[in-house]
């Protein structure tokens, strides 16, 4: 039988990669006998809009041809449906794409994935917050430090592409104070001061920074990592080994799991696959189960190396 699919393409992802290989997509899909209509769209209200037709017209799935931020708007059109997401990376980061055991910068092979249509059911997390924004999010949850770093960088005009992100990081050290968090899991209340928490249903964000090491999308469960209140030298010599996931082993790094989790501290914002969602206070759950994703035939989601 014959799949049909919807392809979110976004044409600005990884530096225009997006667009570069719009085209090139569409036709292998066509050769692997998959019917395919690439939906690119000028905004992300478009493409969610078109996306949530696509799905409503009865396509077999809605293809996410981008970054985390692509990923994160198919997963809002196709969550509490029967269509499976699946997923052409083509971000800078990959981060979610990475956790679902996708082959990177290979286009053939993700093709191919698709084509053998091996669907499972994953978790998703939910957030609501302070001014009443929602989101669903695949991947990880953050506020904090890194989260002060993307308002930093995303109120700069210049310069662009990721060297906004290494200034907004110098700039950033240079000022931040710790955070008085206050933390509910499952009626256990927590607070403290500290430089960042992220929430996880997934393990990474940023480009393989493994935040939640030991989060898997499919147990049912989210994955807090606290970085407790350490001296800005302390936190410059433990931020490197994040990329290994080893820093959850630092004496100033707790981790919780659960499945309904309060998360509040003033004047911070929450980010969520990348995307600015709103202020704290934010109610985030998992639920288990909720997305269906193409995945390939040996993925162990969760355990991608970097």
Known sequence: ???????????????????????????????K???????????AEEALAMAKKAVADGVDAIVAAGGDGTINLAVQAVVGTDTPLAVIPAGTGNDNARMLGLPLDDLDACVDVIAGNTVRSIDLGHVTCADGSQRWFL????????????ERANRMSWPKGESRYFIGIVAELGTF????????????????????????????????????E?????????????????????????????YKGTHVNHKSVSQHTGRRIT???PDQVAYADGERIGPLP?????????????????????????
Not at 13 to 30: I, M, N
Not at 33 to 43: E, F, K, Q, R, T
Not at 182 to 208: K, Q
Request: aromatic letters at 4%.
């Open 139 to 150: 991947g990880v949850l953050s506020s904090g430090f890194d989260s002060n770093v993307n």
């Open 214 to 242: 030991g989060a898997r999308p499919d147990d049912g469960e989210l994955t807090l990592t606290w970085l407790h209140e350490v001296g800005k030298v302390e936190f410059l010599r433990v931020f490197p080994s994040v």
């Open 1 to 31: 039988m014959t799949l049909t699919v919807g392809v979110i393409v976004n044409p600005t992802a990884g530096k225009g990669k997006g667009r570069k290989s719009a085209q090139e997509l569409a036709d292998l899909l066509h050769r």
């Open 282 to 306: 934010a109610e985030i759950e998992v639920h288990p189960g909720a997305l269906r994703v193409i995945v390939p035939r040996d993925s162990d989601l969760g355990t991608a190396k970097p």
């Open 263 to 265: 998360l509040s501290a």
């Open 177 to 212: 104070t710790p955070v008085p968090y206050e933390v509910d899991i499952d009626g256990e209340h927590l607070r403290g001061p500290g430089m960042l928490v992220a929430v996880g249903n997934g393990t990474s964000y940023g480009g393989g920074m493994r935040i939640c």
């Open 33 to 43: 006998g998959i019917d395919a209509a690439l939906l690119v769209a000028g905004s």
